[in-house]
């Protein structure tokens, strides 16, 4: 599944358009600005009772200058503000929330993890990407995947989701029961729903796929432990 989304909220994007962000860049050119209307203000009176020539002259000079800082600032400035209402509302919220819950996981802090993981799902209720991190954070972190399997199983039955999601969050559902709990049956099944669900698709494929990599895994364990009580029985001859 294709996990690169592009989030946007058009709540966000009105507020960022009626109430821009007084930061201290849009402070400093602001001020910039003033003191480029003060400068030729007074230059103007300076120059207001001269010559033609000369007025001549101001206006072409402030001509010049004004295109240059049309475009040093002004454009850079207006480029950056629109960026911003455009695409700081939703996604910005998205970033700042998987920031945050990127960095209570690197100082140990999961359960403030889960609930950036939460406040995600509750802006993209549609996006199955916070769920899934929510699972990972109990089964990887918390060592507790019958919680992960919860968190995943209660979602997936929420509503009517599309293939993709659907599929996504069922992968996540095996993955669980194999990596974490060992337990290859319940692997096998979801992915046998997956194959059943979606036939003909690639998800199907990757279904039979991982299908075979549980049968080779198996296969492994049921030979390590045959040689484990070979050696055993030996040993004890």
Not at 86 to 98: L, P
Not at 170 to 176: H, N
Not at 190 to 202: A, S
């Amino acid at each position: 599944m294709n996990e690169v989304r592009a989030w946007r909220n058009q709540g966000g994007l009105i507020a960022s358009l009626s109430y821009p962000q007084m930061n201290r860049e849009l402070i400093i050119r602001l001020c910039l600005v003033l003191l480029a209307v003060l400068l030729v203000m007074l230059l103007w009176n300076y120059v207001k009772d001269a010559g033609d020539g000369m007025k001549l002259v101001f206006v072409i000079l402030m001509g010049v200058a004004g295109a240059l800082l049309m475009v040093k600032f002004f454009i850079p400035w207006f480029g950056d503000l629109m960026g911003e209402a455009v695409f700081s509302s939703g996604e910005r919220v998205e970033q700042d929330e998987m920031t945050k819950a990127a960095a209570c996981i690197a100082t140990g802090d999961y359960a403030g993890a889960i609930s950036h993981y939460e406040k995600m799902l509750e802006d993209k209720p549609d996006d199955p990407f916070p769920v899934a991190e929510i699972a990972k954070v109990h089964a990887e972190r918390l060592h507790d995947p019958q919680a992960a399997l919860q968190a995943l199983e209660e979602h997936l039955q929420s509503k009517d989701w599309p293939v993709d999601d659907a599929a996504f969050i069922m992968f996540r559902i095996a993955d669980v029961h194999l990596t974490h709990r060992h337990d290859f049956e319940s692997s096998r099944d979801m992915l046998e729903q997956v194959i059943g669900n979606f036939p003909n698709t690639r998800h199907s494929a990757n279904a039979h796929h991982k299908m075979s990599e549980i049968e080779q895994m198996q296969y492994k364990l049921l030979m390590e432990q045959r040689t484990k009580a070979g050696s055993s029985g030996t040993a004890s001859a």
